[in-house]
């Protein structure tokens, strides 16, 4: 019986990630199924078989256009004895909501969900495009990602990083595209600040610290390099 991974994925990962890791799960003798952002009822509509044989991850999912997954649906999935995994997005809410009903959560965000550091959902929130799915705004939790990184780095003290997120959070999630957050930065810090978190927000740049990105990459390597440990179905 072949090993499969399905996934639920849109702006979490950009086109040149899903064709890799089709390539890496190709190497690894995995089958892996990209489905489009989850809705209310594609979950317990997801063919699967056997715990470990077949997976299934969540990374992204709609909340605005169509009901979200809910948490009935994930209690019912589990409790067929399935496996579920979360990550970078609705993934990773629902992944901390569930994790005493036996989600498993993946990555950065989840943990700063699990710690308490962020409580809201809007954190993760953004507007996609609705015909490729990739994002158009910038989420909260990446602007938070990015200023700690650039403050670890020493490219930004904290006060100026700390003063940056309450900028970014003054920027309703609809209306957070890349050059309306250049240009609040510029309003509300100094100039060699503003400037450095311009050039991050360029469009080519953005993708390299993308925190929702990273952790779906992570993610799904990581469960592909654990369905590849059983071949046989197991």
């Not at 990630?17 to 390539?23: A, E, H, I, N, Q």
């Not at 629902?94 to 965000?109: F, I, N, S, Y």
């Not at 700390?162 to 959070?169: D, K, M, S």
Request: charged share 25%.
């Amino acid at each position: 019986m072949a090993v499969k991974l399905t996934v639920y994925a849109g702006s979490s990962l950009l086109p040149r990630d899903m064709k890799d890791l089709g390539v890496a799960a190709d190497t690894l003798g995995v089958e892996l199924v990209m489905r489009p952002p989850i809705i209310r009822g594609d979950l317990l509509g997801t063919p699967t078989k056997g715990r470990w044989n077949n997976r299934t991850l969540i990374l992204d999912g709609q909340f605005g256009q169509n009901l979200s997954v809910s948490v009935t649906e994930i209690r019912e999935y589990l409790g067929r004895g399935l496996y579920l995994a979360g990550a970078s997005s609705m993934g990773a809410l629902r992944a901390v909501e569930c994790r005493t009903l036996g989600m498993v959560q993946h990555g950065w965000v989840c943990e700063q969900y699990l710690a308490g550091h962020v409580e809201s959902d809007a954190e993760v929130a953004l507007l996609m495009d609705p015909v490729t799915s990739e994002a158009v705004t910038v989420p909260l939790i990446n602007v938070r990602w990015l200023l700690r990184t650039l403050a670890e780095r020493g490219e930004l003290d904290a006060v100026t990083a700390a003063t940056a997120l309450e900028v970014a959070q003054r920027v309703g999630y609809r209306t957070r595209i890349p050059e309306a957050l250049a240009n609040a930065f510029r309003r509300n810090l100094p100039t060699e600040a503003s400037d450095l978190l311009a050039g991050q927000l360029e469009p080519e740049v953005i993708p390299d610290w993308d925190r929702k990105r990273l952790d779906g990459i992570e993610a799904v390597q990581t469960e592909l390099r654990a369905l590849a440990r059983f071949p046989s179905g197991a």
